[in-house]
T-cell receptor, first 117, second 116 residues
Framework: AQKITQTQPGMFVQEKEAVTLDCTYDTSDPSYGLFWYKQPSSGEMIFLIYQGSYDQQNATEGRYSLNFQKARKSANLVISASQLGDSAMYFCAMREESNFGNEKLTFGTGTRLTIIP | NAGVTQTPKFQVLKTGQSMTLQCAQDMNHNSMYWYRQDPGMGLRLIYYSASEGTTDKGEVPNGYNVSRLNKREFSLRLESAAPSQTSVYFC???????????????FGSGTRLTVV
């Protein structure tokens, strides 16, 4: 079973509009963390936002917010007032503990976001 | 600048050749990782190392070996390269602790490997 599911392969959004990128996850661990990364065409991985499984409030970082619905196992990224520079691949990732307390980060397949002027 | 350094940035191999991808971090992180990214795909974990002297298989370990030489360095070796190993390889490092606590991952800039 997929640990992280991103169902939107690509999205086109008008500049200055808000956009929601979907992410659902699957884990039986009570303790985990959820990340969103941005990968522009240059290829580097840029950290955007983090949500811990026990965090009571949704995470926010500037124009980015994470809509965390724990019971539904979803962690959607919301970008407000989109900009042309937001065009990139976006990856949702989950950290959970594996054997012997080691933890690892598992990625979804990504969503390619294109902002239209 | 502090971070994760990967070498080389680009490499072309012939089928059957071997090579080692090098990764070093200077942030005193305990954990290090090797991922591969195929076109249009997310990153898939090849191997990881939670601490010096330990390594564990990830999702796609076949065809690869790793060495955690010391706390700073984590190398990935392709013993007999195959066209299916054409990919972009990312090394990453992180501190360690509880899964639900925030600590970041630092990624290298990637190695673009082509096997012909």
């Amino acid at each position: 079973a997929q640990k992280i599911t991103q169902t939107q392969p690509g999205m086109f959004v008008q500049e200055k509009e808000a956009v929601t990128l979907d992410c659902t996850y699957d884990t039986s661990d009570p303790s985990y963390g959820l990340f969103w990364y941005k990968q522009p065409s240059s290829g580097e991985m840029i950290f955007l936002i983090y949500q811990g499984s026990y965090d009571q409030q949704n995470a926010t970082e500037g124009r980015y917010s994470l809509n965390f619905q724990k019971a539904r196992k979803s962690a959607n990224l919301v970008i407000s007032a989109s900009q042309l520079g937001d065009s990139a691949m976006y990856f949702c990732a989950m950290r959970e503990e594996s054997n012997f307390g080691n933890e690892k980060l598992t990625f979804g397949t990504g969503t390619r976001l294109t902002i239209i002027p | 600048n502090a971070g994760v350094t990967q070498t080389p940035k680009f490499q072309v191999l012939k089928t059957g050749q071997s090579m080692t991808l090098q990764c070093a971090q200077d942030m005193n992180h305990n954990s290090m990782y090797w991922y591969r990214q195929d076109p249009g795909m997310g990153l898939r974990l090849i191997y990881y190392s939670a601490s010096e002297g330990t390594t564990d298989k990830g999702e796609v370990p076949n065809g690869y070996n790793v060495s955690r030489l010391n706390k700073r360095e984590f190398s990935l070796r392709l013993e007999s390269a195959a066209p299916s190993q054409t990919s972009v390889y990312f090394c990453a490092s992180s501190a360690s602790g509880r899964s639900d606590r925030f600590y970041g991952y630092t990624f290298g800039s990637g190695t673009r490997l082509t096997v012909v």
